[in-house]
């Protein structure tokens, strides 16, 4: 051998070996479920045992580089996790899911800068994206109880919702509700007795709801909204009030939670629908009522992940309105559940991962006037409304929707009965 050799390591014998792609190679394989990483380095990890979870430095400089090796072929079996400690990993922030479960693979990732953070630079299969981590907690805010309210009652990511807490904000109902920049939700436009609005009120990944923020768009009532792009919202549809004054309009929330200004509406203009999120970003309004067009509708409108509304898509199922629209799973599934067309209906639409809307089933129990939110990371929850027409039979009862999408019965719950209120999912953290 001739020429400069450097980056090597001691042996116990004395010698001095030359490091592979200029790394020293540390000589321990890493059989654990946690290891910390340096830069510098390459490691072997060996998961035979258990999945191991691989913790990076929680300070980089561009150019830094670690090396990660399945050391004997088993991360299809037992995957490795990347902590990425802080720093971003290909853009994302450490809240994101990082997993590596090809076998015989391995990870040569280098440190650009504090926007990109680690960047793969080749792994031996395509770069994995890494999966925003799942909604933990919900918030039920808002409604009508004899009187309009900004009463809130937060839901644990056991399911459990809690007493009413003092309320901020213009008290209303009818609005709609949606989770935004991945781990807070925004409360927007509604009915103020008898006046529609146009304010919003962000909350933040604690659960606490801020002040009225200035209104933009349509002030409307009596429609929903829901995620939609992986981290921004859309409201849509709805009544201006005073008459039958429905609308088709929509309004996008960036993922700063900034309403923008109306955009024209697709589909059919009506209110009382319900909307969830599908597959990869993308969204569905379904159901309502418009009483210039045969009144209660089975319609449904899709979003695609830049969030342009979809012309009509021919109806399945009972035509209804008032009813309510849950995600389930890992939020790429979700259903229509309830509803009212003269009386109260327990039935729901399963909605699969291609925005596809299943035939009627039947379920347990009926709700209106209200709205639901993921918990738990793969769960729903339907609280609060009414089980009964004309605005009789308000519950605080609650309804638990499993994560592989059967609804139970309704139980006690915590809270003031009220309808009109809404919920969206905030927080990462259990």
Not at 384 to 399: K, P, Q
Request: negative net charge; charged residues 10%.
């Amino acid at each position: 051998m001739s020429g400069i050799v450097q980056n090597n390591i001691l042996r116990s014998s004395g010698t001095v070996a030359v490091s592979a792609a200029g790394l020293n190679w540390n000589s321990t394989i890493i059989t654990g479920s946690t290891a910390t990483v340096e830069a510098g380095n390459g490691y072997w990890i060996n998961t035979t045992s258990n999945t191991c979870t691989i913790t990076l430095p929680s300070s980089a400089e561009a150019g830094d580089q670690i090396v990660l090796i399945d050391f004997l072929r088993t991360w299809g079996t037992n995957k490795i996790i990347i902590d990425s400690n802080g720093l971003n990993y290909q853009g994302n922030p450490d809240t994101y899911t990082v997993e590596y479960t090809t076998s015989g693979q391995s990870l040569n990732i280098v440190y650009s800068d504090a926007t990109k953070g680690w960047i793969p630079l080749d792994d031996d299969v395509a770069a994995l994206e890494p999966v925003a981590p799942a909604i933990q907690r919900g918030i039920f805010a808002f409604g009508y109880a004899g009187g309009v309210v900004n009463t809130k009652n937060l839901v644990s990511s056991s399911g459990v919702v809690s007493a009413d807490a003092t309320g901020v904000g213009t008290a209303r109902y009818s609005m709609g509700a949606s989770t935004y920049g991945g781990d807070k939700a925004i409360f927007a436009f509604g009915n103020v007795s008898g006046t529609a609005t146009n304010l919003s009120n962000l909350v933040n990944n604690s659960g606490v709801v801020g002040n009225d923020v200035t209104g933009v768009g349509t002030a409307r009532a009596n429609f929903d909204a829901t995620g939609y792009g992986g981290d921004k919202a859309i409201f849509a549809y709805g009544n201006t009030l005073g008459g039958d004054n429905y609308v088709s309009m929509s309004n996008l929330v960036s993922n700063q939670g900034v309403v923008a200004t109306d955009v024209t509406g697709v589909g059919l203009a009506r209110e009382e629908l319900a909307a969830c999120s599908f597959g990869d970003g993308n969204a569905i309004f379904g159901y309502g009522m418009n009483n210039t067009a045969s009144d209660y509708q089975n319609i449904t409108n899709k979003v695609n992940s830049s969030g342009v509304v979809a012309s009509n898509t021919t109806g399945v199922g009972t035509a209804r309105k008032d009813l309510i629209a849950a995600n389930y799973s890992d939020g790429t599934v979700g259903m229509f559940i309830f509803g009212e067309a003269g009386l109260y209906k327990s039935i729901r639409n399963l909605v699969n991962n291609l925005g596809v809307v299943a035939s009627d089933t039947s379920v347990t129990g009926t709700d209106a006037g209200t709205g639901s939110t993921q918990y738990g990371g793969d769960k729903a929850i339907i609280a609060f409304g009414r089980t009964a027409s004309g605005g009789a039979g308000l519950t605080n009862g609650r309804i638990l929707i499993s994560n592989t999408g059967s609804v139970a019965g309704i139980v006690s719950g915590a809270g003031t009965a009220r309808n009109g209120l809404r919920a969206a999912g905030y927080s990462y953290s259990a």
